[in-house]
């Protein structure tokens, strides 16, 4: 299977390093259905995974005041390449966000691949213009993931990103290890999985956890403050409130994908992050 990766951020730089030889990684811009195509007569792969998008630096506040980019990067850009891929009849999976939930679900258990979302920021709203779009699509798959969490520190990893905030909003949010996503996109990929995929672990975890993990086996020395969600705005520390959801994965199930509890993959994930960190400090 011939993977053509479009997006050469966290995630899909994620993948091309896992998968190897079966991936080629795009190069250039894509303004536009003929720049897709191209792309796809040029490396004729069976599959392609959209990776790319607009997340803003520093963090997600920056959309708020650059709606066009985050239109153009986030909605008409997966849809071009969606076009393309109708066109050659070849099989799309789109990397999606979990952060188009704010609060509590109608099902205590999570909000599912079939409700419709609340979106508040500019990113997640123009996120969910690209999933209600691309669902309607035959040969396509949305995968949804959220909080992404890794063995290796960078960035993009939400165990780097907790560790250097001085304050921290005590939540209970669904996550993603990235080692479980990049296995359940190649999975996707294999079976051509339509439709929309929650992909978090099972189960939810607190950032209280999260952090005294990491105090347990990265930093005893770690310190930071606690503080509402309500602080988080109030306190000038973001221009919009984030998301913060519990998500249920059923389609998965029905492929025969099936990701690690949450507790059990943390508290994995994590001990190969303190492996890493050490090697690399």
């Known amino acids: 299977m011939k993977i053509l990766i479009i997006g050469k951020g966290f995630i899909g730089t994620r993948c091309a390093e896992s998968w190897k030889d079966e991936v080629v990684v795009a190069d250039g811009r894509i303004n536009s259905v003929a720049d897709a195509l191209a792309l ?6 069976d599959v392609v995974l959209n990776a790319a998008g607009v997340r803003g630096k520093p963090n997600v506040d920056w959309c708020e005041t650059h709606q066009r980019e985050t239109i153009l990067g986030n909605t008409i850009l997966p849809l ?4 393309a891929c109708q066109e050659r009849g070849i099989y799309l999976l789109h990397l999606a966000t979990g952060c ?15 409700d419709y979302a609340n979106p508040v920021a500019v990113y997640s709203k123009t996120k969910y213009a690209a ?35 001085p304050k921290v909003i005590d939540v209970e949010n ?16 294999e079976k051509r999985g339509t439709g929309i995929f929650h992909t978090t672990n099972p189960g939810t975890i607190k950032h209280r956890e999260i952090m005294a993990l990491y105090e347990e086996l990265v ?14 705005v109030t306190q000038g ?9 519990f998500m249920q994965s059923r389609n998965l199930e029905k492929l025969g994908i099936h990701m690690r509890p949450i507790q059990e993959a943390m508290r994995d994930t994590m001990e190969k992050y303190v492996t890493l960190a050490k090697k690399n400090g």
């Open 40 to 45: 796809l007569d040029q490396h004729k792969p």
């Open 80 to 83: 071009l390449i969606a076009e």
């Open 100 to 114: 188009i939930f704010y609060g509590a679900s109608p099902d205590p258990m999570g909000w599912t691949e079939d």
């Open 131 to 165: 999933d209600l779009a691309l669902s309607t699509l035959p040969n396509v798959g949305i995968a949804r993931f959220r909080m992404p969490v890794d063995s290796i520190p960078s960035q993009g990893n939400l165990i780097d990103k907790l560790a250097k905030f």
């Open 174 to 189: 669904s996550v993603t290890i990235v080692e479980d996503l990049v296995s359940v996109l190649n999975q996707l990929l």
């Open 219 to 232: 930093d005893p020395s770690h310190k930071n403050e606690w503080i509402t969600e309500e602080d988080l």
């Open 237 to 245: 520390l973001a221009v919009k409130k984030r998301s913060n959801n």
